[in-house]
């Protein structure tokens, strides 16, 4: 069973890049025709209470918040089809925020460089406590939301999707082997921007309208 | 004490690219001013005896054998200039070879995507068995080859590295905290190129003209 701290001994952390239509428009990308996906290291990992985000020199920080899978199942060339196993296959949920070096990520773009940089620093990925998946009971019908100094800056229902976790398990696990323990990022929606020190985020999930006690992040 | 065994437990799998003047030749790259990486997933690493290597359907697959370093010390802003301590701060090496779907990863430049798909399919990870430190004096003074059916496609000293390993050790943990049992892959020099299934590949290190044994691959 997944603790808190056992995230940080995690085998993997895959996360899939755009996964919502307005996060793609915004950020002037193209539509991808399948789902494609990064790593970040279980180094990046901030755990409640572990704050703030480190901002590097010169960096352009953007926060990503996501909804995040723990595994509880390998999984490996996964049939995209069976939904029910899909679900199955997820031990528990946390609320996530992909911190990524806006600047760095697109002159690696621009180079065709890997992203790991980009996504990799330290304290670059807060995560939120585990959540019960009894308290989920459908993930592609939750609101996640996030607030910059109170202000709301990304608020959207995970039906946005373009891929649903069916099929981001299925593609994932056809290139790499899924193990107990990993963690899956689900993409961000659409309202991604900068933060500077002192700028305190707070993300959080809804489901039917009600606020998740333990998906609250909060951090500075 | 990191085992073959653990190996597979790695908190993460770091990879230098573009670290051989002629290898980033062959591969019309640019030149890089400073180094960039990218992960390996430790789901793709096959150890020794555990073969074949997995070439998926569609993908061009190409060898880039590589000297590997176990870290036996966690390391944060590593200053670059210290060698003595990045020295020391390796526990033990290994042999390895860095599979890479070429055609995925030409495309993934092209589009500026992440490489993890490209470099992190199940398989993609030959390593040797683990070589004690004191089996290599001086990393930077080792001779590293790989033979495809017997004939010799890389063969080159890692006195030919841009980056040594005190600078690649100073720069991956400006961005990520490398801890205990993390792997380092410092780069392949020249001579890359594709293996189909059947191919035997072997691969090995010479010290002083001298084979060690432990460093030695052989996978189909
Ligand atoms: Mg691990
Ligand atoms: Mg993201
Ligand atoms: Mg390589």
Not at 7 to 25: E, P, Q
Not at 74 to 88: T, V, Y
Not at 101 to 109: F, G, I, L, M, S
Request: hydrophobic letters at 40%; charged letters at 30%; proline letters at 7%.
């Amino acid at each position: 069973m997944a603790t808190l701290a056992s995230l940080k001994r995690a085998g993997k952390v895959v996360c899939i890049g755009r996964n919502y239509a307005d996060h793609i428009t915004e950020l002037k990308s193209a539509r991808p025709k399948q789902p494609f996906f990064f790593q970040k290291p279980i180094s990046s990992i901030l755990l409640p209470g572990e704050g703030p985000v480190i901002r590097p020199r010169g960096v352009d920080m953007h926060y990503e918040v996501e909804l995040a899978l723990v595994l509880g199942r390998r999984l490996k060339d996964f049939n995209a089809e069976d939904e029910k196993s899909a679900l199955e296959a997820i031990e528990s949920y946390a609320l996530s925020i992909d911190m990524t070096a806006r600047n760095v990520q697109n002159e690696a773009k621009r180079k065709g460089l890997p992203w790991d940089i980009a996504k990799g620093f330290d304290t670059f990925l807060p995560m939120s406590k585990l959540i019960n998946k009894s308290a989920i009971p459908d993930p592609h019908k939750i609101e996640v939301y996030l607030t910059v100094n109170g202000k709301v800056r990304q608020d959207d229902s995970t039906g946005l999707m373009l891929f649903r976790i069916p099929r981001i398990l299925g593609d994932i696990s056809k290139v790499m082997t899924l193990e107990p323990g990993d963690i899956i990022l689900t993409g961000t929606p659409k309202g991604v921007g900068p933060v500077v020190p002192g700028d305190v985020m707070r993300a959080g999930i809804r489901v039917d309208g009600k606020e998740l006690e333990e998906a609250r992040i909060e951090v500075a």
